[in-house]
């Protein structure tokens, strides 16, 4: 259906489409209202059939409309039109990631690949703190703008989509080459499995394509939940360390070794940028057998929960059962294949197998946790509790989560899987610590012996050292429930490098200068006068050994031998004396004397224009120049000046 010309909402016209996708078709529009261009996201025909799906979109849309962010598409309005649904967003110049990384057909630039991955990461924090999962982080959803500014989209879809009739698998099947593993396997998905999606797309930026690829997107699902992927260091050498590691910790399979927060990965992106082969990504060492046994649980677990003890075995169990256990890696292809059958509306006709009986898994999420079992227990499932935690929404003894979570839809679950749930202890009431000035370790300690939960944030400081608490966002002595998250702001130092000092006194002024520029020191000199040892340093302003901020300023005293300066003193006798005397009887008054200071000229008669001295010192030192000029008669001229040596060269004395 071609809207162009059309108006929606008695208020936005469409002018032309400028998008095609999987969820939607875009068409630039003019909002008649604000008369501003927007852009007016068109959903599919194969999502609007489902009423649920319909008021799920519209509360997921609105959520996401919430969020105010410069990395986050905004969206103005959500409207349906007859049976057309849409959404009114930022309308955004610029290209997508993926048609950038096309374009480029290799990897793109490290540094510029951190700042875009920084600025996904911004946004999903924001999202993130607000409970919004974004669940289809790709390039395709990330749009660069001609200013270099990366703005992430369609926020909240991913999941009314994924939660409606028509599943995941079947909508995005372009997606699975950054979904988690969580997510490859039909799981349960939170803000840890965005970052998976994101060190995908960071993967992709530095190596110029995906770490798993295959002809089917089955195939890619299990590459997802088996392989390790090659490092990107491997496939282009130019890949810094610390970037390198980032993107391995983001790509972790056990979602517990993972960032926990994009908060956590966000801290190490920036110092990435500052420190790109430093080693301050943290790794942890896992049980790869347990995590192994996991996947395969997660996986297939409602087919079979795995026998602690093969003597345990049901003879009554069917063949195919036992083929399942014997080999796991087949088991799970099968549910793979039968996930995305399922998913595409299709058939597995050719296959005849008997698979454990479905039930309805009941949602249990704020009963009581002797309703939720006795609920758990009569649909033929195992009740389990995970663990009990404070909460101050949730009434002491009640249910605040379950594993699996409830779907509406797809609520199916195999007889006899475990439902775990968490279980609230309720309103329990503390007091906020005092943990400014504290080191990280001993502040987190503090807040979790007071029962409360621990948000870092890292930042920079020129005040406080690096580790330590710089402020809470929560004040000291403040009342709080038990199971309340306080962020704290931890220094991470000046994020300027420190530089040690050389020891520069002996050495020549040129090199010493020199060897401190080298160390990112900013020079000062500082001259001294002397007779010996000319151009030497012989004092620094900054103690050598000592650490310093790169770009410090250092004073160095340097010796100066003064040179022998001159000066000539050029005396004017013609206009002094008056010029030639015709009489003859004085005769002697032709002759005059010129004196400066102790050197004498005799000799020059009245009509000679000028006669010269030259006087000899060190550079600096002040002389008092006197000029005496006498003839037969008597003095007839004097006249004195100061002068310093090595500011003038020449000096005049004339008639006054």
């Not at 068409?27 to 261009?37: E, F, G, I, S, T």
């Not at 609007?48 to 969020?67: C, G, N, Y």
């Not at 909508?171 to 994101?198: C, M, N, Q, W």
């Not at 169990?317 to 995305?340: A, D, N, P, T, Y």
């Amino acid at each position: 259906m071609n809207l162009e010309g059309k108006l929606l909402g008695n208020r936005y016209e469409m002018i032309e489409k400028i998008g095609n996708g999987g969820m939607s078709t875009v068409y630039k529009a003019m909002d008649k209202v604000l008369k501003r261009n927007v852009a007016v996201k068109i959903l599919r025909d194969e999502f609007t059939t489902d009423e649920e799906f319909i008021k799920r979109f519209e509360a997921e849309a609105q959520s996401a409309a919430r969020l105010t962010h410069p990395n986050i598409v905004s969206i103005y309005d959500v409207g349906v039109e007859g049976n057309l649904y849409y959404i009114v967003m930022e309308l955004i110049q610029g290209k997508t990631l993926k048609e950038i990384i096309i374009e480029e057909r290799g990897p793109l630039p490290w540094k510029w690949s951190v700042n875009v991955a920084i600025q996904i990461a911004s946004a999903l924090e924001i999202a993130h703190r607000n409970n919004i999962v974004h669940r289809d982080i790709k390039p395709h959803n990330i749009i660069i703008t001609e200013d270099g500014i990366a703005k992430v989209t369609d926020f909240g879809i991913a999941k009314a989509v994924s939660n409606s009739t028509i599943t995941a698998f079947g909508t995005t099947i372009g997606s699975v080459h950054y979904f988690s593993p969580e997510h490859a396997r039909g799981g349960f998905t939170d803000a840890k499995s965005d970052l998976y999606s994101l060190g995908v797309v960071m993967y992709e930026m530095v190596t110029g394509r995906v770490p798993f690829d295959a002809d089917t997107p089955v195939s890619v699902a299990l590459k997802h939940m088996q392989e390790e992927p090659e490092e990107p260091i491997d496939m282009n050498p130019n890949v810094p360390t610390a970037i390198n590691k980032i993107i391995m910790k983001a790509l972790q399979k056990d979602v517990t070794l993972r960032y926990q927060s994009a908060t956590e990965m966000l801290g190490d992106l920036r110092r990435s940028l500052k420190n790109p082969d430093g080693d301050f990504v943290e790794e942890l060492e896992y049980d790869s057998t347990a995590r192994t046994q996991k996947i395969n649980t997660d996986m297939y677990g409602e087919i079979d929960e795995l026998p602690n003890s093969r003597n345990k075995k049901d003879k009554k169990e069917g063949k195919f059962k036992q083929f399942i256990k014997k080999h796991k890696v087949l088991s799970i292809i099968v549910g793979l294949i039968l996930l995305f059958a399922l998913s595409l509306g299709g058939t597995l006709g050719v296959l005849s197998i008997t698979n454990p009986a479905e039930v309805e898994m009941p949602n249990v999420v704020g009963m009581s946790k002797e309703e939720a079992q006795k609920e758990i227990e009569a649909a033929k499932l195992k009740f389990e509790i995970e663990k009990e935690e404070y909460n101050k929404d949730v009434p002491e003894g009640y249910v605040i989560s379950q594993d699996p979570t409830y779907m509406e839809r797809f609520n199916k679950v195999k007889e006899g899987s475990t439902v775990s749930v968490v279980v609230s202890k309720g309103q329990e009431k503390t007091t906020v610590p005092n943990v400014k000035g504290k080191e990280k370790e001993e502040a987190i300690k503090l807040l979790e012996d007071a029962k409360l939960k621990v948000e870092v944030i890292e930042e920079t400081s020129k005040t406080v050292k690096e580790g330590f608490v710089i402020s809470q966002e929560t004040a000291p002595d403040e009342e709080a429930f038990a199971g309340d998250t306080v962020k704290i702001h931890v220094s991470t130092g000046t994020g300027i490098k420190e530089v040690t000092v050389e020891n520069v006194v002996g050495q020549d002024e040129i090199i010493a200068k020199r060897n401190l520029e080298n160390l990112g020191l900013k020079v000062n000199i500082s001259y001294t006068n002397s007779t010996t040892d000319n151009g030497k340093v012989t004092k620094q302003s900054i103690e050598p050994n000592k650490k310093v901020d790169e770009g410090t300023t250092i004073t160095l005293t340097v010796n100066k031998v003064a040179e022998t300066k001159k000066i000539t003193v050029n005396i004017d006798v013609k206009s002094i004396t008056g010029g030639y005397i015709e009489d003859e009887e004085e005769t002697k008054s032709k002759i005059v004397t010129v004196k400066v200071n102790n050197e004498t000229r005799t000799g020059i008669s009245k009509n000679e224009s000028n006669c010269s001295v030259t006087l000899s010192g060190k550079e600096g030192e002040e002389t008092r120049v006197t000029v005496v000029i006498t003839d037969a008669k008597g003095e007839i001229y004097r006249s004195e000046r100061t002068v310093t040596f090595g500011t003038e060269d020449t000096i005049s004395f004339s008639k006054e």
